[in-house]
């Protein structure tokens, strides 16, 4: 859709992306084990708004709706009634309304769209916020619950790791159709690694990962998929890792800056989005994300650009081979051409067309319902020129997002533009 009122965005904020990977999250064997507790889904949700109201200089009481975006609240926190909790956040959001959407990974941008669509209907200041926590049960128990992504009923029995074993099938039959090498999937792993090494809120910025030791198979990067077909095509560092956090974004209408004083230059603009939706537990062609193209083309259409404008993108890497199929569903890449694209450096930091310079999913982290958020904010923040290390010199002026959910069964993609000079 093209919003017929225009839609700006005018910052954010994230929570550290919270797990394993960072030394301060407190496990069995961190040494402050017994004296001190992770933060909660409160706390982050708390942290990521108000973090954005500071970041943009507007007053709680300027918000006239929000949208929380969250997946497994019940599972993990036993907590539901999202919206009245983010109410809770401050006094002056007393009678304001807000709710929670869920469409699984691609909730954070359901959570967005469903700002602007409110802000279509007469709304001016919105806030979007998404939030997950996952660290705080067993992995087996984690593990189980996400696979509520899938169809329960008709996929559930696949593999006690489902969504590994739906996306290893789509590694193996890309391998096989495409001829595609361990290597290429290594280079997703390796540079979101290396690029969330410059992010200081990135789950894996302390943690190194090179192109040998994504494809080595070792106690460090194990193939755990119990299918032997599929086993050879999933190891740890091709998956994200539980995580917990929260990303928030503020959005107006030209109305709405005009009351917080606020003028489009300070602001990047949402042109355009695509949002498209297959049957849960239907057959997929594992080689393609058609449903994720699906949504590419309507949003280009929409925001009147051609895979060739985009300057930055931030996608959906669940796992490496998502991030190279979503390269192709964009039209980046023709099919079976992301492997040369990556291998060229195209998608580096210092490439024609960067993608997930902040690490994304495998390196930043993949609390769920916060994900499509922090998408929306990576991309403001690169056309905003205010990435920190990570910012690209090339000046972007148009981004794109891609929001995943399940196995390409829910696609959402945004089009952002720089701020106007």
């Not at 790791?161 to 099938?169: E, I, S, T």
């Not at 690694?193 to 943690?207: D, G, M, T």
Request: proline content about 5%; aromatic content about 6%.
């Amino acid at each position: 859709m093209k919003p017929n009122r225009r839609v700006f965005i005018l910052g954010g904020a994230h929570t550290t992306y919270m797990g394993r990977g960072r030394p301060e999250f407190v496990h069995r064997r961190h040494p402050d084990y017994g004296t001190r507790t992770n933060p909660g889904l409160e706390d982050h949700l708390g942290e990521a708004v108000h973090g954005a109201l500071t970041a943009t200089g507007v007053d709680a009481g300027e918000i006239d709706r929000g949208v929380v975006s969250n997946f497994l609240a019940e599972c993990f926190c036993r907590q539901g009634h999202l919206g009245s909790m983010f109410a809770a956040v401050d006094p002056a959001f007393d009678g304001k309304p807000f709710l929670r959407v869920e469409p699984a990974c691609a909730s954070g941008s359901a959570a967005v769209i469903s700002c602007v669509e409110a802000m279509q209907a007469g709304v001016d200041v919105t806030l979007a916020v998404g939030v997950e926590v996952e660290t705080n049960r067993p992995g087996k128990e984690g593990v189980d619950h996400m696979a509520l992504a899938a169809h329960w009923d008709k996929q559930r029995d696949f593999s006690q790791f489902l969504f590994p074993f739906l996306f290893g099938r789509r590694a193996k039959a890309y391998k096989e159709a495409f001829g595609a090498t361990d290597e290429a999937l290594a280079r997703v792993v390796a540079k979101a690694y290396a690029n969330a090494s410059r992010n200081p809120q990135a789950l894996n910025q302390s943690l190194d990962v090179s192109l040998e030791q994504a494809m080595t198979v070792d106690d460090h990067n194990y193939v755990f998929l119990e299918d032997e077909a599929l086993r050879p095509h999933m190891k740890l560092h091709d998956c994200t890792a539980f995580t917990d956090g929260a990303s928030a974004v503020i959005l107006a209408t030209e109305d709405g800056l005009k009351r917080l004083g606020k003028s489009p230059a300070d602001c990047t603009e949402l042109t355009g989005y695509g949002w498209s939706v297959r049957a849960l537990g239907a057959e997929t062609d594992p080689t393609r994300m058609s449903n994720m193209a699906d949504a590419a083309a309507e949003a280009y259409g929409h925001a009147a650009i051609d895979p060739g404008d985009i300057d930055v993108v931030e996608l959906h890497d669940c796992f490496s081979i998502s991030e190279l199929q979503q390269v192709e569903a964009l039209g980046l890449a023709d099919a079976g051409g992301a492997p040369a694209l990556m291998k060229d450096g195209a998608t580096e930091l210092g490439g024609r067309v960067p993608v997930n310079t902040g690490g994304d999913l495998l390196g930043f982290g993949h609390p769920i319902g916060a994900t499509g958020v922090k998408q929306i904010l990576e991309i403001h923040r690169q056309l905003a020129g205010k990435a920190g290390a990570y910012q690209l010199s090339s000046s972007p002026q148009v981004g794109v997002c891609a929001n995943l959910g399940g196995d390409d069964r829910t696609g959402i993609v945004t089009v952002q533009r720089a701020p106007a000079s």
